[in-house]
């Protein structure tokens, strides 16, 4: 038989066994395998056949159908078949799975496996007038090849060009320079992301079967083996892409003082181009949009600089945007979808919602094989826009004006399928409402506080000012309140206030008038701290004041000096010798200064022909360390005592604090030394004066001193308001934000322990590397894992932790997130590492299948869901893992919970107070193992317990200058030094212990 058949098949009906439909026929010349499609038996059996292809080797076998060969040694043969067992060696295995490339732009993962085996088996029979027998070898491979990748890619550049730049000098002793350059340039946007996946898998089978037979009848040969099947996964991908092109004119007035300091405003209006497109591809069919928009744009932003542009010495600071408006004035858009589609059914259920906020919220059931709905807009009954959607709603917050009424309709669309029209529904906007409660409040400190209740969808608020002979002022606000400072004195201010939403402005309040005063003239002020050429001046705060201006004036010359602080005290460093000064100092508020304070302040200068003294140890306000456990320490005062700059003095005399003077005698270097022990945890201040052998005295030096177990090391500024901070082994600072400041696009940075930015990662967005800001759900810790070397963050938007590289700061993997299911959360408030136990702790509202309950999920580092266990309705704060202890503490109120790792409640401590171990609103909390650090946020100050709650340490709330915690939150402990995140401060203090 050769071809494909069917074939007819005639056979002595004693040489075949019965067959059914459905069974295999062999053909022995060319190992083809034939299925039977019926055989009728008579005195002969006629057999319907047609050729299979892959046939199976064991049916190739002696011109027998299946199953003839136990058939046969069962009628001619009874001895037992004689058969090797076949055998399924594993050759190869090669496997891989990863990232070719992963960074923030691209990332191209392949995912490999092949197994490659060797098939043996053979078997041997026999009957009364035949012998035979097969062996058959063969290669197996069976491959598996995927492919996906993702890029995100950005382009921004902005160049300009000065036209033309009109300016005057104004004459003074400080040279102005008033001026207005105008520049024009092109600012260039590119975006692009998109994924893509596709895959194959290959199954093939290489070999042969060498099969012989010995008898009647008598034949030898070989069957090829060649398999090969190829299932391919389709290319599926997602892609998109915008291009933006906005030529401006920016005119940019500004004032130059000594051409080093700078301010000024840009205004610019600009033309702004949008080209946008999107495309997916799926197995079956693709979609996409080409879009342009035309958008017409005007920005006014205020900045200040330092330095000389044109020699390269140059740094403007954008300090922010007065007005920022757009409006589209030409949109395009062009729909693909290869789908095939007919005809679309009109969307039912159409229905227009009004919301609090002015805008108009449409909505409507799907349509089937709809790739997307048009949104029709008629004003007055002339349509106004066309408006698309992907979704089955959409929000209109353009053009909803009060009091005008508003007509909607909506159609489906797939290509150039468009449905006809749902039933029109027409709405009207009411006004938003007037702000109630409107109130007025006048500061001390020169301020006009201005008031209000919140009005339900309200965006904005409107505050309008007017004064006699002033121009009107106009400020806008989302918050309930705002503070004028913008006043002079001797004036009656005006203020009314309106809500604005989408729909534009509702009324105005009533008007309400009120001024500011003047703040009053400080007291109080003394010699703080003295020496040769030093003197620490302090005084009273006056109520209001802002700031202080401090006159020196030199009685010997006349020479005035104006020191300017917004603290109650200052150094001055300058004092020279045989000059004697006069002191004044005045408080300062919004509107301007006060009188000169009612006391004026004589020092006398040092004398270098008489005696003198000078205090070496301590210096000013130095801090001698101690350890927290002990109850004193002792301490050496040094310092000089001399006449005429040469000889030393006869005597010294030290007094500390209020105690009685001791008299020493220096020796023959006018050197002195005065040791003495003071308790732990106190401020002390001492006082020097010599004479010298015909009993003429020297001025009293006065320095004042601590002694404590912290002391404050370094401090600097961080940008925005830093949430959450960690350190590592190396003292490098980790910081977390959970709201951008105005500029600024990275949520996370990496310091050096002397305040430089090493690195800037996770900007807003919602994917991998990325982190979110949006009510109560912004990023919430931070903390490093410093076994594996990785920098854990838990994303408040995503609910997940996500984890980095603390080298380059590159996203490396996350875990969790938002759902309900064992591993997730609805949101999330903080987690702890335990790195003993590779575990992670996260702390947040859970579903337990009824409700949301505070629960703790346990995870391992790399995301594998192990445990979780109840809190008993309690929200963490924040929560540390002590690896002293093996315990979890957790702030939760005013209070220290210590739990077990698998959440028993062991003991608690702290209560609510200002006393020593209680809390006001404390926000952060550290472990390192034998200590405990809890940020007494409320109390401004650091308080350090040891593990069972015992109180050890309080510092922050005592000193002076940056040893002075404001609004203390998250700590972490690296070494000898305690990190404290103060509102936008990292403050670095060294511990004793």
Not at 182 to 201: H, L, M, P, R, T
Not at 223 to 229: H, L, Q, S
């Amino acid at each position: 038989m050769t071809g494909a058949g069917p074939f007819n098949i005639e056979a002595d009906t004693g040489t075949v066994p019965p067959l059914k439909s459905g069974d295999f026929v062999v053909n022995m010349f060319n190992g083809k395998n034939y299925r039977v499609i019926s055989a009728v038996y008579g005195k002969t059996v006629k057999i319907k056949a047609s050729e299979m292809e892959n046939s199976s080797p064991y049916e190739l076998l002696f011109m027998k159908v299946k199953g003839t060969v136990s058939e046969i040694v069962k009628k001619y043969a009874p001895q037992e078949l004689m058969r090797f067992k076949a055998e399924l060696i594993h050759i190869l295995n090669p496997e891989y799975h990863g990232y070719l490339i992963n960074n923030s732009k691209l990332k191209i993962k392949l995912d490999y496996m092949s197994d490659i085996d060797l098939y043996l088996d053979a078997h041997a029979e026999c009957g009364f007038l035949w012998a035979g027998g097969q062996v058959t070898v063969k290669l197996i491979n069976n491959s598996m090849f995927n492919i996906s990748g993702e890029f995100n890619a950005s382009f921004y550049d902005d160049t300009r060009q000065m036209i033309a730049c009109p300016s005057m000098i104004l004459p003074c002793v400080i040279p102005i320079v008033v001026s207005m350059p105008v520049y024009i340039g092109v600012e260039v946007d590119a975006k692009a992301s998109g994924w893509f996946k596709y895959g194959i898998n290959q199954y093939t089978e290489s070999g042969s079967t060498i099969f012989a037979m010995v008898g009647i009848p008598t034949c030898a040969g070989q069957i090829p083996i060649e398999v090969n099947r190829t299932v391919v996964t389709p290319f599926q991908g997602e892609f998109s892409g915008s291009v933006s092109v906005a030529p401006y004119v920016c005119i940019s007035p500004q004032v130059s003082i000594a051409w080093i300091l700078h301010a000024g405003v840009d205004i610019k209006p600009y033309l702004q181009g949008v080209l946008s497109g999107n495309v997916k591809f799926t197995p079956t069919f693709y979609t996409g949009h080409i879009a342009f928009d035309l958008n017409f744009g005007l920005k006014g932003t205020v900045w200040a600089a330092i330095g000389v542009d044109w020699l390269g010495l140059y740094q403007r600071w954008d300090l922010g945007q007065l007005f920022d408006w757009k409006k589209n004035i030409y949109h395009w858009q062009w729909d693909v979808n290869t789908a095939k589609v007919s005809s679309l059914t009109k969307p039912q259920n159409f229905t227009v919602q009004k919301n609090n906020d002015g805008s108009i919220k449409l909505a409507w059931s799907p349509v089937s094989l709809a790739a997307g709905y048009y949104i029709y807009k008629a004003t007055n009954g002339v349509f106004v826009n066309r408006y698309f959607s992907q979704e089955i709603a959409y929000t209109d917050t353009k053009n909803v004006a009060h009091g005008v009424p508003v007509t909607y309709s909506v159609s489906a669309i797939n290509g150039t399928v468009e449905s006809s029209n749902s039933t029109a529904v027409t709405v009207t906007n009411p006004k938003p409402a007037v702000p109630s409660g409107f109130n007025l409040t006048s500061n001390p400190s020169g301020s006009i506080t201005v008031a209000w209740n919140s009005v339900t969808g309200a965006l904005q608020y409107k505050v309008i000012r007017t004064a006699p002979s002033l121009p009107d002022k106009v400020y806008y606000t989302s918050s309930l309140f705002m503070k004028d400072t913008d006043l002079t004195t001797n004036k009656l201010y005006s203020y009314k206030v309106q809500s604005i939403n989408h729909a534009g402005e509702g009324d105005a309040s009533g008007v309400l008038s009120e001024s500011a005063p003047l703040s009053g003239a400080p007291g109080g002020l003394s010699v703080d701290q003295r020496t040769a050429t030093m003197v620490k001046l302090k005084w009273n705060s006056s109520l209001g004041a802002v700031s202080y201006l401090l006159e020196r004036t030199e009685t010997n010359s006349g020479i005035k000096k104006y020191y300017f602080t917004s603290s109650l005290e200052y150094i001055d460093n300058s004092l020279e010798y045989e000059k004697n000064y006069l002191y004044k100092i005045k408080s300062k508020n919004y509107i301007g200064y006060s009188t000169n304070s009612i006391v004026s302040l004589y020092v006398k200068g040092a004398s270098t022909n008489g005696p003198m003294v000078e205090i070496a140890n301590p210096t000013p306000d130095k801090v001698f360390l101690c350890h927290p456990s002990a109850g004193s320490t002792n301490i050496n005062i040094t310092g000089t005592a001399k006449t005429g700059g040469i000889l030393p003095a006869q005597y010294v005399y030290v007094k500390i604090d209020t105690g009685g003077w001791v008299q020493l005698t220096p020796d023959a270097n006018g050197n002195w030394v005065r040791n003495i022990t003071l308790g732990n945890n106190t401020s002390h201040s001492v006082s020097v004066y010599c004479v010298d052998s015909v009993n003429k005295t020297s001025f009293t030096s006065i320095v004042n001193f601590r002694i404590s177990p912290v002391k404050i090391n370094s401090c600097f500024d961080v940008p925005g308001w830093a949430h959450s901070i960690d350190t590592d082994y190396l003292g490098d600072i980790y910081l977390l934000r959970d709201f951008l400041p105005w500029g600024d696009i990275y949520y996370m940075t990496k310091y050096k322990s002397y305040g430089a930015v090493e690195w800037n990662t996770a900007t807003s967005g919602t994917n991998n590397g990325e982190l979110y800001e949006q009510a109560d759900s912004s990023p919430r810790d931070i903390q490093i894992y410093s076994g594996s070397w990785e920098v854990f963050v838990l994303d408040g938007y995503t609910r997940k932790i996500k984890v980095y590289s603390p080298s380059t700061g590159s996203f490396l993997y996350s875990f969790s997130g938002m759902g309900t299911n064992i591993t997730q959360f609805n949101y999330v408030n903080s987690f702890a590492i335990a790195e003993s136990y590779t575990k992670v702790f996260i702390q947040g509202g859970a579903w337990n299948g009824v409700s949301t309950v505070q629960r703790v999920k346990v995870f391992n580092k790399t995301g594998t869901y192990l445990s979780y266990w109840d809190t008993g309705g309690y929200e963490f704060k924040d929560i540390t893992f002590s690896s002293g202890t093996s315990r979890l503490y957790a702030l939760v109120d005013n209070t220290v919970k210590v739990y077990t790792d698998t959440g028993g409640n062991m003991f608690n401590f702290g209560s609510t107070g200002t006393g020593n171990g209680q809390f006001q609103n404390p926000s952060g909390i550290f472990a390192d193992g034998n200590y405990i650090y809890v940020a007494d946020t409320g109390n401004k100050r650091i308080q350090v317990f040891d593990t069972e709650g015992v109180l050890k340490v309080i510092f922050g709330n005592t000193g002076s200058g940056d040893e002075l915690l404001d609004i203390p939150g998250e700590i972490s402990v690296s070494g000898n030094y305690i990190y404290v995140k103060d509102l936008n401060k990292i403050k670095i203090y060294q511990k004793s212990w």
